[in-house]
């Protein structure tokens, strides 16, 4: 089955149609607008920059399994990934799934066939949802939202911004979570961007994870249960306590870094990277981001 390997779902002719970026990597449109969206343009797997508009990437007809087009321009609107910022755009969307429901609720007393179709595909299709939360902008009805959105069938990626990509832990984000988890819907997160405990990010068994490391106990709690591709480290992480690699993680950022820190970020690196192809127990480079500033630096840690 040819499929996404950032969502893990299948290409079609709609919101899944594969899209090659130029460095030849192929991934399925709704992701690709999400990185964009983001402002992450590198591509997933190799990491390589791309500046082309989403619409402007080639579609790969060969990977798409038959004709499957969408029964109505609704629908397929609906399948579009949604994003939701901040507290202002999370209530309007849970004013919106509240109308979806109740939209859901009159097709099941009719029994015209194409209504029948139409909620056939409601039930069945998980349509994207990125939820982003930051302290400048934070989602203070969070749990309620991801609850609803989970109700309604949606296939959540979280980026907690501020407990991924900030100095000092913030504790709140992930303390929101709580009363969403505990309803067990944490298998409709596929993506999860911020810092958890080893208890809670089991939780979210599905997910592909990008994940904030404070000190080396959160690796050797994560890193036989967790797959994370990506994650921040703080200060507070020394190299000669990480005693395990992690099975996938391809790269490594960390907050308003300082010259006299490269050294130990360097170390690090070294640590958590995966090995190059050959198979070289090195590190060929590693991101140094400062969001606040807007700066990206790329070194080499041989």
């Not at 799934?97 to 066939?113: A, C, G, P, Y």
């Not at 405990?197 to 690796?219: C, G, H, N, V």
């Amino acid at each position: 089955m040819d499929a996404c390997t950032v969502c893990l779902e299948k290409y079609n002719g709609t919101d899944k149609k594969p899209l090659s970026l130029r460095c030849g990597h192929v991934f399925c449109r709704s992701c690709l607008y999400s990185l964009a969206e983001l402002h992450n343009r590198r591509c997933p797997q190799c990491r390589r920059p791309w500046t082309e508009d989403v619409s402007e990437l080639r579609v790969i007809y060969m990977l798409i399994d038959g004709e499957q087009e969408p029964f109505c321009q609704g629908c397929e609107d609906e399948m579009k990934a949604w994003f939701i910022t901040g507290e202002q755009q999370a209530q309007e969307a849970m004013i919106q799934l509240e109308s979806h429901q109740s939209r859901k609720n009159f097709l099941l007393f009719s029994s015209n066939r194409f209504n029948a179709r139409a909620l056939s595909a409601y039930d069945v299709q998980e349509r994207p949802a990125f939820v982003v939360s930051t302290a400048a902008n934070p989602i203070r009805s969070l749990s309620l939202l991801l609850i609803k959105l989970a109700e309604a069938g949606y296939r959540i990626r979280l980026y907690l911004n501020d407990s991924f990509l900030s100095r000092e832990l913030p504790e709140l984000d992930c303390a929101r979570l709580a009363p969403f988890l505990q309803k067990g819907y944490g298998l409709h997160v596929s993506g999860f961007l911020g810092h958890a405990s080893a208890a809670t990010l089991q939780k979210m068994p599905r997910a592909y994870f990008s994940l904030r490391l404070e000190t080396a106990a959160d690796i050797e709690a994560l890193y036989l249960e967790t797959k994370f591709t990506e994650a921040a480290v703080n200060r507070n992480l020394k190299p000669e306590d990480i005693k395990h690699r992690p099975r996938a993680c391809s790269a490594i950022q960390c907050v308003e870094l300082q010259d006299s820190e490269v050294p130990w970020l360097v170390a690090v690196a070294k640590k958590l990277l995966v090995p190059d192809r050959n198979g070289l127990d090195e590190v060929r480079e590693a991101a140094f981001v400062s969001p606040h500033e807007g700066w990206r630096e790329e070194a080499a840690a041989k």
